[in-house]
């Protein structure tokens, strides 16, 4: 079932509610690379109650954003883990340039690159019913969504059996918010890796099905990752 990939890394870009989430999983499970969401890596540092946890905490805590220095050094720590040596799959990161810069200098120093960039490429009014539409596992962070994929049991995950709710924050409103911010910050992050030539566009126009993730992955299969 598994297919093996040697040294593929990748970067996962899109708008928020682009899918960055759902693919980033299919892509881990069917390539066997680890997914690393910084959504993830800021509960488990939450959950473990780490001095860097407590950090994450006390912004989160007052509604601000995570600074770049805190969210460069917790991806660092989970790229250095040994499950990320033969590549993975970066969710949510970089995310401004000030953080694809220090990957970049990061990758440099373990003598790695990343290799491949890819851009979901979504339309808006998608975008809105994509969001609103999404759920997700309160205890792992496993995406679901109610238009093609329900956990098997309503509101249980299928994985660890955590509740499976919509995000509190997934209105139309703050959609707007978020695209506003994403646009400002990290849009220039598709310049950044246009100029490296690391960047493929993958249209996301339908709910994920067997034909796009074949095109998905012959698109990765076509780099030329590090053996
Ligand atoms: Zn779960």
Same mark, same amino acid.
């Given at each position: 079932?598994?297919?093996?990939?040697?040294?593929?890394?990748?970067?996962?870009?899109?708008?928020?509610?682009?899918?960055k989430g759902?693919?980033?999983?299919?892509?881990?499970? %069917?390539?066997?690379?680890? /997914?690393i969401a910084t959504g993830d890596l800021f509960r488990a540092?939450l959950?473990?109650?780490?001095?860097?946890?407590?950090?994450?905490?006390?912004?989160?805590? /007052?509604?601000?954003?995570v600074?770049?220095?805190?969210t460069?050094?917790l991806?660092?720590?989970?790229?250095?883990?040994?499950?990320?040596?033969?590549?993975?799959?970066?969710d949510g990161f970089?995310?401004?340039?000030?953080?694809?810069?220090?990957?970049?200098?990061?990758?440099?120093?373990?003598?790695?690159?990343?290799?491949?960039?890819?851009?979901?490429?979504?339309?808006?009014?998608?975008?809105?019913?994509?969001?609103?539409?999404?759920?997700v596992?309160?205890?792992?962070g496993?995406p679901?969504?109610?238009?093609?994929?329900?956990?098997?049991?309503?509101?249980?995950?299928?994985?660890? %059996?955590?509740?499976?709710?919509?995000r509190?924050?997934?209105?139309?409103?703050?959609?707007?918010?978020?695209?506003?911010?994403? /646009?400002?910050?990290?849009?220039?992050?598709?310049?950044?890796?246009?100029?490296?030539?690391?960047?493929?566009?993958?249209?996301?126009?339908?709910?994920?099905?067997?034909?796009?993730?074949?095109?998905?992955?012959?698109?990765?299969?076509?780099?030329?990752?590090?053996?």
């Amino acid at each position: 079932m598994m297919e093996q990939t040697m040294g593929k890394r990748l970067i996962l870009l899109g708008a928020p509610g682009s899918g960055k989430g759902t693919w980033s999983k299919i892509i881990s499970d %069917g390539k066997g690379l680890p /997914h690393i969401a910084t959504g993830d890596l800021f509960r488990a540092e939450l959950a473990a109650e780490t001095p860097l946890g407590r950090k994450v905490k006390s912004f989160m805590d /007052h509604g601000a954003l995570v600074p770049d220095e805190l969210t460069i050094l917790l991806v660092e720590k989970a790229l250095s883990d040994e499950r990320a040596a033969n590549g993975f799959v970066l969710d949510g990161f970089p995310r401004t340039i000030p953080q694809a810069e220090a990957l970049t200098e990061f990758l440099e120093k373990c003598g790695q690159t990343i290799d491949m960039v890819i851009n979901l490429i979504v339309d808006e009014s998608g975008l809105i019913e994509r969001t609103l539409s999404r759920l997700v596992c309160i205890k792992c962070g496993q995406p679901y969504n109610t238009m093609n994929m329900m956990p098997a049991v309503e509101g249980t995950c299928d994985y660890c %059996g955590g509740d499976v709710v919509q995000r509190s924050d997934d209105t139309e409103e703050t959609l707007r918010k978020r695209l506003e911010a994403y /646009h400002a910050s990290t849009a220039p992050l598709i310049d950044y890796y246009k100029e490296r030539d690391l960047l493929v566009a993958f249209i996301n126009d339908r709910p994920p099905n067997e034909e796009m993730r074949s095109r998905l992955f012959s698109m990765i299969d076509g780099v030329k990752g590090e053996a």
